[in-house]
């Protein structure tokens, strides 16, 4: 069956830097938009990243677009997110899902940004 | 485009029918019209339940419906089941970007 699992999450401080991965199983990789979507505590969804299946069209919402950067590896069955430059309000579980429908979602990784 | 859901919070009893409004600041039109409806419960992450605005994702039960076109939707609950009570989000993706409504409370009267 499809699984998502988001690992890489944790506290960093501000201006710091942390990667998340999304391993994924149960379909081929290459064969899927996948992104980054990310809800902080208490709060609504945000959609932050995309990538195209190739990996070589990429998209960012505004909030993080020059801080954050997406890409993947097909054949080894992940994509990642590196973030850089954290703020305190990128404290937030980050998800990833799979497709333009987000049709499955890994259960979500922690990153906390705090002095 | 903004995609703005009402009402904030819908609070109802089980059996009751539930009509969530989702509607868009620009028609959603073409290729992509894709209005999205996820369903998250605590601790959980979302869950699809409607994709092209009124699909229903695999093993979602015809309790729930989705309808609209052009800027107004609706997520349709026929009749609430205990498990029914969570958020409810709308989304949709276009060419230039990918956007969330703010969510629907749905809770228990």
């Given at each position: 069956q499809v699984q998502l699992v988001e690992s890489g999450g944790g506290l960093v401080k501000p201006g710091g830097s942390l990667r998340l991965s999304c391993t994924v199983s149960?379909?081929?990789?290459?064969?899927d938009d996948m992104n980054w979507i990310r809800q902080a505590p208490g709060k609504g969804l945000e959609w932050i990243s995309h990538s195209s299946r190739g990996g070589t069209y990429r998209d960012y919402a505004d909030s993080v677009r020059g801080r954050f950067s997406i890409s993947r590896d097909n054949a080894n069955n992940s994509v990642y997110l590196q973030m850089n430059?954290?703020?305190?309000?990128?404290t937030a579980i980050y998800y990833c899902a799979r497709g333009v429908n987000f049709d499955f979602w890994g259960q979500g990784t922690l990153v906390t940004v705090s002095s | 485009i903004v995609l703005t859901q009402s009402p904030g919070t819908l609070s109802l009893s089980p059996g009751e029918r539930a009509t969530l409004s989702c509607r868009a600041s620009q028609s959603i039109t073409g290729r992509y019209l894709d209005l999205a409806w996820y369903q998250q419960k605590p601790g959980q992450a979302p869950r699809l339940l409607?994709?092209?605005?009124?699909s229903r994702a695999?093993?979602?039960?015809?309790?729930f419906s989705g309808s609209g076109s052009g800027t107004d939707f609706t997520l349709t609950i026929s009749r609430l089941e205990p498990e029914d009570f969570a958020v409810y989000y709308c989304h949709h993706y276009g060419i230039s970007r990918y956007t969330f409504g703010q969510g629907t409370k749905l809770e228990i009267k």
């Open positions: 149960g379909f081929p990789l290459s064969d430059s954290l703020r305190v309000e990128d | 409607i994709y092209g605005a009124s695999t093993g979602i039960p015809d309790r």
